[in-house]
Antibody, heavy 123, light 110 residues
Framework: QLQLHESGPGLVKPSETLSLTCTVS??????????WAWIRQPPGKGLEWIGN???????YYNPSLKSRVTISVDASKNQFSLKVNSVSAADTAVYYC???????????????WGQGTLVTVSS | QSALTQPASVSGSPGQSITISCTGT?????????VSWYQQYPDKAPKLMIF???KRPSGVSNRFSGSKSGNTASLTISGLQAEDEADYYC??????????FGTGTTVTVL
């Protein structure tokens, strides 16, 4: 059974880098036919797609965040990670990892979401 | 890239049917048959309810159905139940493995 779990600091200072990890259980990242995704939700607001990564490092990002975001994979740990540089209060949100799936390409819907982790940007 | 437009709130009585709209553009909703819908309870992760406009994942009630016309997709909940009270979000594929979410709709069961 596929399960995802986010982890990382809950508090980040302005202008610093936000770093989160998503640990995957139930399937090997390196050989699974999925993209691995990050999505966030500011408190009381809607969902925002951040980006997707394939195990071969092929990645795609939200144009509004692309200059500050990196998604990477560590197949040896069955994890994928998110880094957001130069954060501000606007980056305060619950961050979710999820699997981008589809019965064939293009992968086109999100399933097996993690429980989410709140990251607050504050000094 | 602006969010897809959804009504902020929709309400209905138990047993009634309600429809939530999701309006995009010819570059997203209108261009692809790849709209999905998610249900989210407070402080919980979203759950996939509909994918590819009309398809239900295994385990999702057949009271949930989806459709699309032009640049607008819709989610219909028939036989409304108290457990359907939640937030609902649409998402559209926008090409090259990129996506856009809707603004979200709060469903209230009266």
């Amino acid at each position: 059974q596929l399960q995802l779990h986010e982890s990382g600091p809950g508090l980040v200072k302005p202008s610093e880098t936000l770093s989160l990890t998503c640990t995957v259980s139930g399937a090997p990242i390196s050989s699974s036919p999925y993209f691995w995704a990050w999505i966030r939700q500011p408190p009381g607001k809607g969902l925002e797609w951040i980006g997707n990564l394939y195990y071969n490092a092929e990645s795609y990002y939200n144009p509004s965040l692309k200059s500050r975001v990196t998604i990477s994979v560590d197949a040896s740990k069955n994890q994928f990670s998110l880094k957001v540089n130069s954060v501000s209060a606007a980056d305060t949100a619950v961050y979710y990892c999820a699997i981008l799936m589809g019965p064939g390409a293009p992968w086109r819907f999100f399933d097996h979401w993690g429980q989410g982790t709140l990251v607050t940007v504050s000094s | 890239q602006s969010a897809l437009t959804q009504p902020a709130s929709v309400s209905g009585s138990p047993g009634q049917s309600i429809t939530i709209s999701c309006t995009g553009t010819s570059g997203d909703v209108g261009a692809f048959y790849y709209v999905s819908w998610y249900q989210q309870y407070p402080d919980k992760a979203p759950k996939l309810m509909i994918f590819d406009v009309t398809k239900r994942p295994s385990g999702v009630s057949n009271r949930f159905s989806g459709s699309k016309s032009g640049n607008t997709a819709s989610l219909t909940i028939s036989g409304l139940q108290a457990e359907d009270e939640a937030d609902y979000y649409c998402t559209s594929y926008t090409g090259s493995s990129t996506f856009i979410f809707g603004t979200g709709t709060t469903v209230t069961v009266l």
